[in-house]
Every structure is written in structure tokens, then in C-alpha cells.
């Protein structure tokens, strides 16, 4: 809401005499048609903002490596097998 509606709706607009329904009717009156070449900067600006939370959503997911696989096998099963694991040989 900061990022896209966050000024119509905001305090500071509040306080220059923009009320709720005035801030409802600018944004009603905006045509569907072009309403998306005002909303893709904005998607834009809230994924760089919210990287961090899409990142860790990847590796939960496991579209992206990050070692919760392992980690909920653990716990899972009780058995860690990477104590276990044989180390590679170096070269």
C-alpha cells in the first residue's frame, strides 16, 4: 500500500483536504485500459524491495538450492547423515 497507493491515501494528503472519497474517486477515475503502465514500476519497486523474502520462498520451494532439503530430512527422520558423508577427494 506505501508504494502504490501510499500518497493518495497517505496522512500528508490527508492533511491538504484529500479525504477518502476523494482519494477513492482519483483512483476509480484512472481507465483500466492504461491502469497497468502505472502499476508496472510499482511491481518492480516492491520486488526489489521484497527480494530477500522471494529468495527464501525459491529455496523453500526448491527451485533454488539452499540446503533446507537436507536440514528437513534431519529432522524428519532423527538420522543426520551428513556426520556420515565421506569427503571428496581434493585435486
Known amino acids: 500500500m ?3 497507493l501510499g500518497a ?9 483536504g484529500v479525504t477518502t472519497g476523494k482519494a477513492d474517486l482519483v483512483f476509480a477515475s484512472v481507465p483500466y485500459r492504461i491502469m497497468h503502465e502505472f502499476q508496472i514500476p510499482l511491481y518492480d ?14 529455496i523453500l520451494r526448491r527451485e533454488k538450492s539452499g540446503g533446507m532439503e537436507d536440514i528437513l530430512l534431519a529432522m524428519a527422520t532423527g538420522y543426520d547423515y551428513r556426520k556420515y558423508q565421506k569427503s571428496k577427494p581434493s585435486k
Open 2 to 4: 506505501e508504494i502504490g
Open 45 to 58: 519497486q516492491m520486488r526489489e524491495r521484497d527480494k530477500e523474502f522471494y529468495d527464501r520462498l525459491l
Open 8 to 16: 493518495l491515501y497517505s496522512e500528508q494528503a490527508l492533511a491538504s
